[in-house]
Structure formats: structure tokens, C-alpha cells
T-cell receptor
């Protein structure tokens, strides 16, 4: 596609429910990042993929958060047993080369997750 | 601690006026500094990327400066337009062993009124 696509655009979940957020990066982009953006804050790093390999997951806040990119293209961020503090916008970004150093990052519009 | 601080938090200007947004950082080791524009409900869009050796870079009406010695950057917007209303986020890339980490500021919310 022309840009990074994320779905769903909005997700409302009851506390304790599992959710799955999808990211379609720009075709051919090697690097894929997930960020969490709380209201009024800047995005914070969650995890990084280089193709299908998850090279850095140091930003995942707990073991309830899990991300995968099995074929090196589409990625899914899964949150188990959601809690109210998980409410945020989840942004996906991709870049053409590995590591993303000095490379432009292209962001999707995000999935706004609200946990009730 | 690796931090990026932006000022002001919010800014209101009239269409056609210029403005300057500030960014101070304590991120180390430094890789590059980026400015992003984020419209409400959208993902950030890259405006400029500057490495250590660059002290100014322009993108249309946007001009970013970088002083790596004082760890300060600014984003100057010339002849503002209504469409410039957005959050402007300063991002400093911290060099790490396997992949660089982007440290985001909380942004400056700019509103341009006619």
C-alpha cells in the first residue's frame, strides 16, 4: 500500500479482555516498530522487528504484551487481560532499512485502545 | 536520564506569522535529531532529520537548527498557515548496540488562527 496501515482504528475492550492490533507496513520495509502513546504524551518505544526477527522488546510493559511478525511483513500486537492503564494510542512505524538509523520512519494513524 | 523537553507546551499564533519551537535534550550517545508533525488523530509525519554534523536543515517553510554542543534544537515555521495547526514533536535518536532508540518529546501544540 501507499502508507502504513493499522487496524482497527478504534478498539473498546472490557477490562480482562484480550485484544489484537494489526499493522501493515509499507511493502518492502525491513524495520517495524511499535509505540505506545498516552494522551498528551509523546510515543514510547515498545518493540522492534527486523524482518521477522524481534530484535528488541525491551519496551513492552509486561508479559501481557506480545508482538509478532511471522513472515516479515504484517505485524500483530497482542495484549492479554487488558487493564485500564493499557488505554492509549498504539502506533506502528516502518522504515526501509535495518536499524532505522538516519532513515525516515513512516507512521500509521494508530489504533486508539480504550479499556473500560 | 535520557530526556527530550520541548517548549512551549502550546502556542497560538495568527495566520501568516512566524514562530519558533524549542527542544532541549539530554540523550546520549546521540545519533540524530528529528522533528515530526502530528495532526490530531494521525501518526507523526517526518519534517527533518539532522545528524551531529548538521546545524540547519529546511523543508519548505520549516527550518530546523541543531546545536549539538548545547544539546538544543529549534523548529522555525515561516508564514504560518491554518494547516500548520498540529503537534510538533522533537525526537532524539539514542545510539545503542543493536538498534537505535527514538526518545520522543511531549510535543508543542500549535494552533494557527485566521
Amino acid at each position: 500500500g501507499a502508507g502504513v496501515s493499522q487496524s482497527p482504528r478504534y478498539k473498546v475492550a472490557k477490562r480482562g479482555q484480550d485484544v489484537a492490533l494489526r499493522c501493515d507496513p509499507i511493502s518492502g520495509h525491513v524495520s517495524l516498530f511499535w509505540y505506545q502513546q498516552a494522551l498528551g504524551q509523546g510515543p514510547e518505544f515498545l518493540t522492534y522487528f527486523q524482518n521477522e526477527a524481534q530484535l528488541d522488546k525491551s519496551g513492552l510493559p509486561s508479559d501481557r504484551f506480545f508482538a509478532e511478525r511471522p513472515e516479515g511483513s504484517v505485524s500483530t500486537l497482542k495484549i492479554q487481560r487488558t487493564q485500564q492503564e493499557d488505554s492509549a494510542v498504539y502506533l506502528c512505524a516502518s522504515s526501509l532499512v535495518a536499524g532505522g538509523r538516519n532513515e525516515k520512519l513512516f507512521f500509521g494513524s494508530g489504533t486508539q485502545l480504550s479499556v473500560l | 536520564k535520557n530526556q527530550v523537553e520541548q517548549s512551549p507546551q502550546s502556542l497560538i499564533i495568527l495566520e501568516g506569522k512566524n514562530c519558533t519551537l524549542q527542544c532541549n535534550y539530554t540523550v546520549s550517545p546521540f545519533s540524530n535529531l528529528r522533528w515530526y508533525k502530528q495532526d490530531t488523530g494521525r501518526g507523526p509525519v517526518s519534517l527533518t532529520i539532522m545528524t551531529f554534523s548538521e546545524n540547519t536543515k529546511s523543508n519548505g517553510r520549516y527550518t530546523a537548527t541543531l546545536d549539538a554542543d548545547t544539546k538544543q534544537s529549534s523548529l522555525h515555521i515561516t508564514a504560518s498557515q491554518l494547516s500548520d495547526s498540529a503537534s510538533y514533536i522533537c525526537v532524539v535518536t539514542r545510539r545503542t548496540y543493536n538498534t537505535d532508540k527514538l526518545i520522543f518529546g511531549t510535543g508543542t501544540r500549535l494552533q494557527v488562527f485566521p
